[in-house]
């Protein structure tokens, strides 16, 4: 065991108890008639329940533990983060919430496929979701590995494997009733957690956010740890690590318009009773994460000044250590040990285990549906009873949770929030553009349903894991901007050839009938 070194026994007692709860809840909501009570909770979360989970769905461990790490690591350039996260509730308030609600449905597949009739798009939706949840489930478990490991002293990997089984255990048998409960309660102990972290240094210790700005920005000298050059002047201005227009707008692009094509989030639309609820839900969450962004790019920009001050101010040597080996992913954690002991670190701990139970929780329904729901059901048996249908659920659940272990051993050396950004890429080149344009413009076709899909599934893969073998005016540190231009090309132009070809019999029958529900008033 590292010198210094202490078992954290209060993030053990509020881990022991917020599972304990966890399990409470598993039991109490697991029976569940039908495919809608299990995927969607009967469709009667009212808004402020449903903002909390939602909520706490949309916190993983990218915002809780990323966004503080991106901003220690990477300065001014960090905050993008918490900035694109954020303002990507707004698109979704402004084009997708309520229209999708009035559509009704199960999953994000439902509404591509119904819109247009067209298996193909609803296949192509499925593997949309598995690729953008698949992607984003591996860093909430490089989350969970890191924080495991600084909890117990436990190696990645065994980490890795404990919370893989406890959050397959509670989502395959609570559904989505137990886990807006969870959701909730686990929110509001990620964001405590939060506010506590700001709130020490800023009003007890008396760290303004300008004076640890203007000390990092005069700072110029060797690391503490590793005794590189840092560059303080350049760490807090534009450009640091984003070093380029290309990258940084798509980047942007990625991260405001991959919210509203997000699965995990979207499904949870789906819970709410009507329309006039999640235009409500929505703005209701963009009250509270708002609230948490503003605080986290705080609370990494103040562990950096810290940690260049080191012993000056306090900071003990396994601290330094923990930071200069990963301070890209435990710079709260090292922040709840150093301004608030064993009492805060547990506090954190619980928070950041909050957002990793709840996020992986979101994205194994939402991949549950796509294979039980879209793929199994309306593809394979769309004559299948639903007591079977729960049943196909409860298996697509395990076999996506039991998928987590592996996706969190390749995940192991990266930086959280950079690994989420590509899942918002792929999200935002994938459905942002199919459902946006589904939505609002009654000409699409099925081919441009199926293009746009294609496009951006195929083309995020490419430039996402083969970035090495292109052209490098076509590496982005994230493509999403860039792959979504392409993809809405793709829709104007097959939708365009399509009607070319065959008039107006390239759209589907019910085009107005289905304008009139999405946009009209709501349905009784």
Same mark, same amino acid.
């Given at each position: 065991m590292e010198a210094g070194y202490q078992i954290p026994i209060m993030a053990l007692i509020?881990?022991?108890c917020m599972l304990a709860f966890t399990v409470v809840t598993t039991f109490m909501f697991r029976s569940q008639k039908t495919s809608a009570d299990y995927y969607l909770a009967g469709r009667k979360v009212n808004s402020f329940i449903n903002a +909390?989970?939602? *909520?706490?769905?949309?916190?993983?461990?990218? *915002?809780?533990?990323?966004?503080?790490?991106?901003?220690?690591?990477f300065g001014f350039d960090g905050i993008i983060y918490a900035l694109g996260f954020f303002v990507g509730y707004i698109a979704l308030l402004l084009f997708l919430a309520s229209p999708l609600r009035k559509f009704g449905r199960y999953t994000v597949p439902d509404f591509v496929s119904e819109r247009f009739h067209s298996k193909t798009a609803r296949v192509l939706g499925v593997i949309g979701v598995l690729f953008i949840s698949l992607f984003y489930m591996a860093p909430q478990m490089l989350g969970a590995g890191k924080v495991m490991g600084l909890l117990l002293n436990l190696n990645y990997?065994?980490?890795?494997?404990? !919370?893989?089984? !406890?959050?397959?255990f509670y989502v395959t048998v609570g559904g989505m009733k137990a886990t807006t409960v969870n959701q909730l309660v686990q929110f509001w102990i990620l964001f405590g957690a939060m506010f506590l972290l700001a709130f020490i240094p800023f009003m007890i210790k008396g760290y303004t956010y300008t004076d640890v700005v203007n000390f990092l920005a005069t700072f110029k000298g060797p690391d503490p740890e590793t005794g590189k050059m840092f560059d303080g002047a350049a760490y807090t201005s534009p450009a640091y690590w984003l070093t380029n227009l290309?990258?940084?707008? *798509?980047?942007?692009?990625?991260?405001?318009?991959?919210?509203?094509g997000l %699965? &995990?989030?979207?499904?949870?639309f789906y819970t709410a009773p009507d329309g006039k609820a999640a235009r409500k839900t929505v703005i209701y969450v963009l009250l509270l994460i708002g609230m948490f962004y503003i605080l986290s790019p705080y609370v990494g920009h103040v562990i950096r000044y810290t940690y260049m001050q080191g012993e000056a101010l306090g900071l003990s040597p396994h601290l330094m250590k923990w930071l200069a080996a990963n301070g890209k992913n435990l710079a709260v954690p090292v922040a709840g040990s150093h301004f608030g002991g064993q009492i805060l670190l547990g506090i954190v701990v619980a928070g950041a285990f909050a957002a990793i139970l709840s996020t992986v929780a979101g994205l194994i329904i939402a991949c549950a549906g796509a294979i039980g729901h879209d793929l199994v059901v309306n593809v394979f048996n769309p004559d299948m009873p639903e007591r079977s249908r729960v049943k196909v659920a409860r298996i697509s659940s395990v076999l996506v949770g039991?998928?987590?272990? %592996?996706l969190g051993f390749w995940a192991e050396s990266m930086q959280i929030a950079v690994l989420v950004g590509l899942a918002f890429a792929i999200a935002a080149s994938t459905f942002f553009p199919v459902l946006v344009m589904g939505v609002w413009w009654p000409k699409m076709t099925k081919n441009g349903a199926c293009a746009g899909l294609a496009t951006g599934? !195929?083309?995020s893969f490419f430039m996402i894991l083969g970035k090495g073998m292109l052209p490098e005016l076509l590496q982005f540190k994230n493509p999403g901007g860039?792959?979504?231009?392409?993809?809405?090309?793709?829709?104007?132009?097959? +939708?365009?050839?399509? &009607?070319?070809?065959?008039?107006?019999?390239?759209? %589907? &029958?019910?085009?107005?009938?289905?304008?009139? !529900?999405l946009h009209g008033p709501e349905r009784a």
């Amino acid at each position: 065991m590292e010198a210094g070194y202490q078992i954290p026994i209060m993030a053990l007692i509020l881990i022991g108890c917020m599972l304990a709860f966890t399990v409470v809840t598993t039991f109490m909501f697991r029976s569940q008639k039908t495919s809608a009570d299990y995927y969607l909770a009967g469709r009667k979360v009212n808004s402020f329940i449903n903002a +909390s989970a939602i *909520s706490s769905d949309y916190l993983s461990a990218a *915002s809780f533990l990323g966004v503080a790490g991106v901003a220690f690591l990477f300065g001014f350039d960090g905050i993008i983060y918490a900035l694109g996260f954020f303002v990507g509730y707004i698109a979704l308030l402004l084009f997708l919430a309520s229209p999708l609600r009035k559509f009704g449905r199960y999953t994000v597949p439902d509404f591509v496929s119904e819109r247009f009739h067209s298996k193909t798009a609803r296949v192509l939706g499925v593997i949309g979701v598995l690729f953008i949840s698949l992607f984003y489930m591996a860093p909430q478990m490089l989350g969970a590995g890191k924080v495991m490991g600084l909890l117990l002293n436990l190696n990645y990997e065994t980490s890795i494997v404990i !919370i893989a089984c !406890i959050i397959t255990f509670y989502v395959t048998v609570g559904g989505m009733k137990a886990t807006t409960v969870n959701q909730l309660v686990q929110f509001w102990i990620l964001f405590g957690a939060m506010f506590l972290l700001a709130f020490i240094p800023f009003m007890i210790k008396g760290y303004t956010y300008t004076d640890v700005v203007n000390f990092l920005a005069t700072f110029k000298g060797p690391d503490p740890e590793t005794g590189k050059m840092f560059d303080g002047a350049a760490y807090t201005s534009p450009a640091y690590w984003l070093t380029n227009l290309k990258d940084t707008m *798509s980047l942007l692009l990625a991260l405001m318009f991959g919210t509203a094509g997000l %699965p &995990h989030i979207l499904v949870r639309f789906y819970t709410a009773p009507d329309g006039k609820a999640a235009r409500k839900t929505v703005i209701y969450v963009l009250l509270l994460i708002g609230m948490f962004y503003i605080l986290s790019p705080y609370v990494g920009h103040v562990i950096r000044y810290t940690y260049m001050q080191g012993e000056a101010l306090g900071l003990s040597p396994h601290l330094m250590k923990w930071l200069a080996a990963n301070g890209k992913n435990l710079a709260v954690p090292v922040a709840g040990s150093h301004f608030g002991g064993q009492i805060l670190l547990g506090i954190v701990v619980a928070g950041a285990f909050a957002a990793i139970l709840s996020t992986v929780a979101g994205l194994i329904i939402a991949c549950a549906g796509a294979i039980g729901h879209d793929l199994v059901v309306n593809v394979f048996n769309p004559d299948m009873p639903e007591r079977s249908r729960v049943k196909v659920a409860r298996i697509s659940s395990v076999l996506v949770g039991l998928l987590g272990i %592996p996706l969190g051993f390749w995940a192991e050396s990266m930086q959280i929030a950079v690994l989420v950004g590509l899942a918002f890429a792929i999200a935002a080149s994938t459905f942002f553009p199919v459902l946006v344009m589904g939505v609002w413009w009654p000409k699409m076709t099925k081919n441009g349903a199926c293009a746009g899909l294609a496009t951006g599934i !195929i083309g995020s893969f490419f430039m996402i894991l083969g970035k090495g073998m292109l052209p490098e005016l076509l590496q982005f540190k994230n493509p999403g901007g860039f792959v979504m231009l392409l993809s809405f090309l793709a829709i104007y132009v097959a +939708s365009k050839m399509e &009607h070319a070809a065959k008039g107006e019999d390239a759209l %589907p &029958h019910d085009t107005n009938a289905v304008m009139a !529900i999405l946009h009209g008033p709501e349905r009784a």
